[in-house]
């Protein structure tokens, strides 16, 4: 794997944490992909994406998010997103990520929104 490109999965007492760090971009993802893929379900309340360490994202990286997203609805847990760089918040609002997923300033209250379950987006899933 590209060492600007990495995944850290990290299994936390009542959710899986997965922090991103480099470009999530088109023909650099493919290992992201797979390991993504990979991750249990088995978890209490859902997941938590770290992207604080992402630097640019395309549509195949917002792609990526969505396609595990729709694996973890199935199973009926919950997603956040922390998005602390302007740059990557605004790429996030360009891809209406933004109304699919609570973008969280921190992994506390990223926690906080998996557990409550009571963000609503603008958007379903189903509707992106």
Known sequence: MSKNNM???DSKTDYISIAFTGNLEYGL???LKEELHAISLD??????IDMQRVTNIDSTGFGMIINF?????????KIAIIVTDDFIRKL???SQCDKVFPIAKSELQAQ??????SWL???ALSEY
């Not at 978890?43 to 938590?48: A, E, F, R, S």
């Not at 997203?69 to 847990?77: C, F, G, L, R, S």
């Open 92 to 94: 996030f609002a360009i």
């Open 29 to 31: 993802i493919d290992e």
């Open 69 to 77: 997203a729709k694996k973890v609805t199935i199973a009926e847990k």
């Open 121 to 123: 987006g603008e958007l």
């Open 112 to 117: 906080q929104m998996i557990k409550e379950k």
């Open 7 to 9: 995944i850290n999965i």
């Open 43 to 48: 978890t209490k309340h859902g997941y938590v």
